[in-house]
């Protein structure tokens, strides 16, 4: 691992929330919203404008722990967070444990690639193929994302804060029936900014996922494009750090904001 020579894991409750309407059975849609940055320079979720240094490279693993990210409540498709309402048909997805692979190398001291590999380990939910879930695989590998990220200013240079920009890719790569993928090609262009003082890190970006193939849910209910954002405040202190982020996507459609 780059630098820090220590594995960290990741925990996540993901909430999801897409309004009204349930999947069709012919419906796939990618679930996973633990997005891992390749390089995790500041962040191990979110990228804060630095980028590897030449010849630099990360290998990393991290687990992730999902409990009913996805149920079937009256109103339609919820998550189970706070703000959940309505009376409970069923969990679409009772808990989730998915494993992620992510690595980076440096070109130069600003051009870095990335690449991004989950698996679902387990996932169980209810039987809802009544009401046209398809029935869950137990085991999957999700959505395979590559990425490139370009500096455009460096503390290390003088600037006052780190910014880059970078471009993702993500593709499901295997059948795409149900929760471990789009159904076409999604493009994430974001914008980072950060700053690194000498005990902690703050720093957010804002981005798309622009999906080539919209998701399509029952009904005439279908989910385009999404705003994304977020925030980030971590240590920069070894061998452990601590950090807080917080993300949000947001979209045009009428339906809610994971």
Same mark, same amino acid.
């Given at each position: 691992? /780059?630098?820090?020579?220590?594995? =960290?894991?990741?925990?996540?409750?993901?909430?999801?929330?897409?309004?009204?309407?349930?999947?069709?059975?012919?419906?796939?849609?990618?679930?996973?919203?633990?997005?891992?940055?390749? *390089?995790?320079?500041?962040?191990?979720?979110?990228?804060?404008? %630095?980028?590897?240094?030449?010849?630099?490279?990360?290998?990393?693993?991290?687990?992730?722990?999902?409990?009913?990210?996805?149920?079937?409540? %009256?109103?339609?498709?919820?998550?189970?967070?706070?703000? *959940?309402?309505?009376?409970?048909?069923?969990?679409?997805?009772?808990?989730?444990?998915?494993?992620?692979?992510?690595?980076?190398?440096?070109?130069?001291?600003?051009?870095?690639?990335?690449?991004?590999?989950?698996?679902?380990?387990?996932?169980?939910? *209810?039987?809802?193929?009544?009401?046209?879930?398809? $029935?869950?695989?137990?085991?999957?590998?999700?959505?395979?994302?590559?990425?490139?990220?370009?500096?455009?200013?460096?503390?290390?240079?003088?600037?006052?804060?780190?910014?880059?920009?970078?471009? $993702?890719?993500?593709?499901?790569?295997?059948?795409?029936?149900?929760?471990?993928?789009?159904?076409?090609?999604?493009?994430?262009?974001?914008?980072?900014?950060?700053?690194?003082? %000498?005990?902690?890190?703050?720093?957010?970006?804002?981005?798309?996922?622009? =999906?080539? *193939?919209?998701?399509?849910?029952?009904?005439?209910?279908?989910?385009?494009? %999404?705003?994304?954002?977020?925030?980030?405040?971590?240590?920069?202190? =070894?061998?452990? =750090?601590?950090?807080?982020?917080?993300?949000?996507?947001? /979209?045009?459609?009428?339906?809610?904001?994971?």
């Amino acid at each position: 691992m /780059n630098r820090t020579k220590f594995l =960290r894991l990741a925990v996540a409750a993901a909430v999801l929330g897409l309004g009204h309407g349930a999947l069709a059975a012919n419906t796939s849609y990618d679930l996973e919203r633990l997005w891992l940055d390749p *390089s995790a320079r500041g962040s191990l979720v979110l990228g804060d404008g %630095e980028t590897l240094p030449q010849a630099g490279a990360r290998l990393g693993i991290a687990g992730g722990w999902e409990r009913a990210p996805l149920v079937l409540r %009256e109103p339609g498709l919820r998550g189970a967070g706070l703000f *959940s309402n309505g009376h409970r048909i069923g969990d679409v997805v009772k808990a989730r444990w998915t494993l992620h692979l992510v690595g980076a190398v440096g070109l130069t001291d600003r051009l870095e690639l990335g690449l991004r590999v989950p698996i679902t380990l387990s996932q169980k939910g *209810s039987d809802l193929t009544g009401q046209g879930f398809p $029935e869950l695989r137990d085991r999957d590998l999700g959505t395979i994302s590559g990425m490139v990220r370009y500096g455009i200013s460096r503390q290390a240079s003088g600037a006052p804060v780190n910014t880059a920009v970078a471009l $993702e890719a993500g593709v499901p790569v295997d059948r795409v029936t149900d929760l471990d993928g789009d159904p076409g090609v999604t493009i994430v262009p974001r914008f980072e900014i950060g700053r690194r003082y %000498e005990r902690f890190v703050l720093g957010a970006d804002v981005g798309a996922n622009l =999906r080539t *193939s919209p998701v399509k849910l029952t009904g005439d209910e279908k989910l385009h494009h %999404e705003v994304t954002a977020g925030l980030l405040a971590a240590t920069a202190g =070894r061998p452990v =750090r601590l950090e807080a982020t917080l993300r949000g996507a947001f /979209n045009a459609d009428g339906l809610g904001a994971p």
